[in-house]
């Protein structure tokens, strides 16, 4: 059996992953920034042990972290905030990148002296980075630098017997997605999603995209002219 620390265990692919993990037996070290959420998922096995604490604060990550040995990490929080009219809210922008990319790269910094050969590190990105939506410059610049960030490592980290795998979801059924005020295709729920990821991590897969049918869509509108691929992708994420 292995453990398996996972952040963003809150609520969401994370909490979903969590409950699906420990079912198995695993043991599983669940971390979030809302202890009352975490209380109530170690209700649900004695296999979970939780632990609270900001990944946007590095000093947090280092103190709740140093510890920790895991033979799967997976790098699950974020969130998502909109730039509305094409202004630029440079609070907002910092707010973003902050939590999807800096906060990951403050906890691998902080269990990076822990990994070993055997080991993978799994960091959840966004099909967002694809193609480039309105509204999403922030979140989908998080998600572009996370998945950059991830697939250099990997290159870094591949001769010391560490593995990487980027995650890449379409839309999700979480509390973030929930607050969406487009329409979703392709939207899966976060039972659906499990199933996706730990498929593809049993399979050792280093890229791990979903939905199929999300995936080629977004590709087929990457090949489209590039005018008639921008009237499109503003029709996708307005009211």
Same mark, same amino acid.
């Given at each position: 059996m292995m453990t398996v620390l996972i952040t963003g265990a809150s609520s969401g692919i994370g909490a979903g992953l969590a409950r699906s993990f420990a079912a198995d037996g695993h043991r599983v070290i669940a971390c979030g920034r809302d202890p009352s959420r975490l209380s109530a998922l170690q209700q649900h096995s004695p296999h979970i042990s939780v632990r609270s604490f900001d990944m946007t604060d590095r000093d947090a990550c280092r103190q709740t972290l140093a510890d920790c040995r895991a033979d799967l990490i997976i790098l699950c929080a974020g969130t998502c905030e909109y730039l509305e009219h094409g202004t630029v809210d440079a609070g907002l922008v910092e707010r973003v990148i902050t939590t999807n990319f800096l906060g990951p790269v403050n906890c691998l910094a902080a269990l990076q002296s822990q990994l070993s050969a055997g080991n993978r590190v799994v960091l959840v990105? +966004?099909?967002?980075?694809? *193609? %480039?939506?309105?509204? !999403?410059? !922030?979140?989908?610049? +998080?998600? @572009?630098? #996370?998945?950059?960030?991830?697939? +250099?490592?990997? *290159?870094?980290?591949? %001769?010391? &017997?560490?593995?990487?795998?980027? =995650?890449? %979801? &379409?839309? =999700?059924?979480?509390?973030?997605?929930?607050?969406?005020?487009? +329409?979703?295709?392709?939207?899966?729920? =976060?039972?659906? @999603?499990?199933?996706?990821?730990?498929? &593809? #991590?049993?399979?050792?897969?280093?890229?791990? @995209?979903?939905?199929?049918?999300?995936?080629?869509?977004?590709?087929?509108? @990457?090949? *489209?002219?590039?005018? #008639?691929?921008?009237?499109?992708?503003?029709?996708? =994420?307005? %009211?």
């Open positions: 990105s +966004s099909m967002a980075h694809w *193609l %480039p939506f309105p509204r !999403a410059e !922030a979140y989908g610049a +998080s998600k @572009a630098a #996370l998945t950059w960030f991830a697939n +250099s490592l990997r *290159l870094d980290w591949e %001769p010391r &017997g560490i593995a990487v795998t980027v =995650v890449s %979801p &379409g839309f =999700v059924d979480t509390p973030l997605t929930r607050k969406n005020d487009f +329409s979703m295709p392709g939207q899966v729920s =976060v039972e659906q @999603a499990v199933k996706a990821i730990r498929r &593809g #991590l049993a399979k050792g897969h280093d890229r791990i @995209a979903f939905p199929t049918g999300f995936c080629l869509l977004l590709r087929l509108l @990457a090949g *489209l002219p590039e005018g #008639l691929q921008r009237r499109l992708l503003r029709r996708m =994420v307005r %009211p």
